[in-house]
């Protein structure tokens, strides 16, 4: 059973480059929704693999061969394990992103006909709007974007309306939003996009790091996360279906490693998960990725959403002493991931990342790979905060106060 | 304010809260638009040419004091200057922003306070944004000009 509670101050000693000694300049990163911080345990799996294992995976066999495979497959076993998912169904790909494109690929341009619709939302990260567009313009289906209520949630009877209505093929949907924070409900999405014979992919970048997330439960054919977001290293995603669902489809990538034969004429494919792992794959980037799995686990899934929902508790809160702010999504904080995006009147998001860097406070400013929502917002960027396992109020708190330095040394100076 | 009082100058603040230049032109000769992709900052670009001269110029749109500032600075730079000339000025600012030329204060005027934003290379696409609009807008005028001297 994990531990109910989490002290960020503790697990903060963990992560070598938030270990400030006397006289270090602070470093308050609240960026984690961009990337997070690494502890210890996951650089040292990947020093590790390298000093003591490396060798490329499932071809050779010498000892040592077997040792890099063992270490990378056990790898795939943890992340699996994190999300209740078949280790068949676990697809390492580079980043979300990439585990997108596959799926667009390799099921969207054999699957989707002309006409057919692609069910996203206006709330997507560009990495599932992208892929989709260039698929549906090689297959002539349809594109087409769920708004957000000005709460900043799905327009669920719209969606609901769309899947009545139209030949929806594919409903596409970030389970965090990675601006506005809110927790999108897959589960009754998936329900209603399965009753009219259209699959469904969760962009589970922001959620699979901060709180429990179970393949099953979620409901949804295909699950995609990146690495780096999740303590672990950049260069490693990962895809996650049900067997039968990657069962059914011909490979994105050929190369190396995916073939079961190769003849002049034709070539068949390696088992799952193997058959969408085209080339020498990212081995320690995997090995990183499953130590962070194992980290996450050991901190328990349930113990970081209770901390993040305190933090993020605390942060609307703390937010409103800034006089004209506006936090964008919703104002419930049991509604919302981490990430937390605001605006302030006369003071761009570039000029507040700059100015509260002055005092160690790294926060995102942009568009965060979301521009449908920034339209449907108003706004041409936003700042936002996003906190992890290892910040606390105090982090939210130098925050405000830099903010409340960054408006007075921009109005009267 | 410390490190950096030398991006956010007085003048540069000047230039943001009471932006110069600001606003659309009656009978431009060529508009555009860019964006920064890195940010989302948008500028809509205005020109009226007139014998080979920015006669005016009008810039509106959103973006960060540094994008704002430096649209107001280069209406006052290039205003009224050959487009030769006021080519060379964007050039010439480019190459500051990439800290390979020394600020030329006569040519740039108030623009040479943004020369300390050449030390944040993740702010020099903002300095440079109303710059690279400008020199779109002209080529773009070139290019659908008639008159082959309309710009000497």
């Known amino acids: 059973m994990a531990a109910a509670v989490l002290d960020a101050r503790v697990l903060r000693e963990d992560f070598p480059i938030l270990r400030r000694g006397a006289g270090d300049p602070p470093l308050v990163y609240l960026d984690s929704a961009a990337t997070s911080q690494k502890p210890q345990a996951v650089l040292d799996a990947m020093d590790r693999y390298y000093r003591e294992a490396n060798a490329n995976v499932h071809r050779g066999v010498y000892a040592l061969a077997a040792e890099a495979t063992d270490r990378y497959e056990s790898a795939r076993v943890e992340v699996a394990r994190l999300i209740g998912a078949a280790r068949e169904g676990t697809v390492f790909a580079k980043n979300a992103s990439e585990a997108i494109n596959l799926v667009a690929y390799a099921w969207g341009l054999r699957n989707l006909r002309a006409g057919d619709v692609v069910l996203l939302t206006e709330m997507e990260h560009h990495s599932n709007i992208v892929p989709w567009q260039i698929v549906a313009d090689l297959t002539g289906a349809r594109v087409v974007l769920t708004p957000v209520t000005p709460e900043g949630e799905l327009d669920l009877e719209s969606l609901e309306r769309m899947l009545r209505t139209e030949p929806v093929r594919m409903v596409g949907v970030v389970h965090v939003s990675n601006v506005l924070g809110t927790i999108n409900p897959v589960g009754a999405i998936a329900r209603l996009a399965h009753d009219a014979g259209a699959l469904v992919l969760a962009d589970a970048s922001q959620s699979v790091p901060h709180m429990p997330v179970d393949l099953t439960d979620l409901g949804c054919d295909f699950l995609v996360f990146t690495g780096h977001k999740m303590l672990g290293p950049t260069g490693i995603g990962v895809l996650a279906a049900r067997p039968e669902t990657l069962d059914a489809m011909e490979p994105f990538l050929g190369g190396g490693e995916m073939i079961s034969d190769v003849r002049a004429d034709g070539s068949t494919w390696a088992d799952l998960p193997w058959k969408f792992e085209a080339g020498t794959p990212p081995i320690a980037e995997a090995v990183g990725l499953g130590a962070a799995a194992r980290y996450l686990r050991g901190v328990g899934l349930e113990a970081v959403r209770a901390h993040e929902l305190a933090l993020v508790t605390h942060a609307l809160e703390a937010l409103r002493e800034i006089p004209g702010l506006v936090v964008h999504g919703p104002s419930d904080p049991t509604r919302r991931g981490a990430p937390v995006s605001f605006s302030l009147p006369d003071l761009h998001p570039h000029d507040i990342a700059q100015l509260v860097d002055r005092d160690g406070v790294c926060v995102r400013a942009g568009h965060h790979c979301a521009k449908p929502l920034m339209r449907a917002l108003g706004v041409g960027a936003t700042a936002r905060l996003s906190g992890y396992v290892y910040n606390d109020a105090e982090d939210v708190d130098a925050l405000v106060a830099s903010l409340l330095r960054a408006r007075e040394f921009m109005a009267v100076r | ?152």
Not at chain 2, 90 to 105: G, I, K, L, N, T
Request: glycine share 8%; aromatic share 4%.
């Open chain 2, 1 to 152: 304010m410390g490190g950096l009082d030398d991006l956010y100058q007085e003048l540069i603040l000047d230039h943001y809260r009471r932006p110069r230049h600001r606003g659309h032109l009656d009978a431009p000769s060529v508009a555009v638009d860019h964006n920064n992709p890195m940010c989302g900052d948008q500028i809509h670009m205005e020109l009226r040419i007139e014998d080979g001269r920015i006669a005016e110029l009008g810039h509106t749109g959103e973006g960060c004091s540094i994008s704002q500032s430096s649209a107001s600075m280069l209406g006052e730079a290039v205003t009224g200057r050959p487009v030769d000339e006021a080519m060379a000025l964007v050039e010439h600012f480019r190459q500051v922003m990439h800290s390979a030329e020394a600020p030329d204060e006569d040519r740039l005027g108030d623009a040479v306070a943004l020369e300390g934003v050449a030390r944040y290379p993740a702010r020099v696409k903002c300095a440079l944004l109303s710059w690279m609009a400008l020199k779109d807008a002209v080529q773009t005028h070139r290019s659908t000009t008639e008159d082959p001297h309309g710009h000497r």
